[in-house]
């Protein structure tokens, strides 16, 4: 048996067992020996990882880019998400999740009021109408909007105690949302301002 071994042991035969146990025993005191303490920063690339070794937690999410297939995810059959915010049409203020015109608008009776505020931009939308008694006060807090002489008109009405079958208007009387009712004629005309749906 010692003879059979002798005659097939070489020198390469010797040499090749050598480094096997060299190789075999090398990656295993490195894999022994070596801590994160070992590595430089940055010294490794994506082929020294495992595939999905790396979670949440250990990327910087502010560091990646946008993944090219979901870059028309901001847009909306072409439009950006910015073009879609929801705004005020010009002329007019963001108040109680509504518009409302910064100026007023001359005396007229609320039902007239009401269809003048209708027949603004219906022909590119629903139309404006006539502010509630709280879009109106509220919107008297803002800075830029001035209460018109005279009072102005809500879109709140009531039946009329002096002319059956007719309505008053409620409308506002001062700054700080007192109040008085005014009769659906000529000589009850009051201004006005009108209301519009926020746009986008």
């Given at each position: 048996?010692?003879?059979?071994?002798?005659?097939h042991l070489t020198y390469a035969n010797v040499t090749a067992t050598v480094a096997l146990f060299v190789a075999l025993g090398g990656?295993?005191?490195?894999?022994?020996?070596?801590?994160?303490?070992?590595?430089?920063?940055?010294?490794?690339?994506?082929?020294?990882?495992?595939?999905?070794?790396?979670?949440?937690?250990?990327?910087?999410?502010?560091?990646?880019?946008?993944?090219?297939?979901?870059?028309?995810?901001?847009?909306?059959?072409?439009?950006?998400?910015?073009?879609?915010?929801?705004?005020?049409?010009?002329?007019?203020?963001?108040?109680?999740?509504?518009?409302?015109?910064?100026?007023?608008?001359?005396?007229?009776?609320?039902?007239s009021a009401m269809l003048a505020c209708a027949g603004i931009e219906s022909q590119s939308g629903p139309g404006r109408r006539l502010?509630?008694?709280?879009?109106?006060?509220?919107?008297?807090?803002?800075?830029?909007?001035?209460?018109?002489?005279?009072?102005?008109?809500?879109?709140?009405?009531?039946?009329?105690?002096?002319?059956?079958?007719?309505?008053?208007?409620?409308?506002?009387?001062?700054?700080?949302?007192?109040?008085?009712?005014?009769?659906?004629?000529?000589?009850?005309?009051?201004?006005?301002?009108?209301?519009?749906?926020?746009?986008?």
């Amino acid at each position: 048996m010692k003879d059979r071994v002798r005659r097939h042991l070489t020198y390469a035969n010797v040499t090749a067992t050598v480094a096997l146990f060299v190789a075999l025993g090398g990656g295993a005191y490195a894999a022994a020996k070596l801590s994160g303490r070992d590595l430089k920063a940055h010294s490794l690339t994506a082929r020294n990882y495992r595939a999905d070794s790396v979670t949440g937690a250990a990327v910087k999410e502010k560091t990646l880019g946008i993944v090219p297939r979901a870059r028309e995810a901001a847009r909306l059959d072409g439009v950006t998400a910015e073009r879609l915010l929801v705004r005020c049409p010009e002329g007019t203020l963001p108040v109680a999740d509504t518009c409302i015109e910064t100026q007023a608008r001359p005396p007229l009776p609320i039902y007239s009021a009401m269809l003048a505020c209708a027949g603004i931009e219906s022909q590119s939308g629903p139309g404006r109408r006539l502010p509630t008694y709280n879009e109106l006060a509220t919107a008297l807090t803002h800075e830029q909007i001035a209460l018109a002489s005279g009072g102005e008109l809500t879109s709140e009405v009531y039946p009329s105690s002096a002319s059956p079958g007719q309505v008053e208007a409620l409308y506002v009387t001062s700054k700080t949302g007192n109040v008085a009712l005014t009769p659906d004629t000529d000589p009850g005309a009051k201004s006005y301002r009108c209301v519009a749906d926020p746009l986008n």
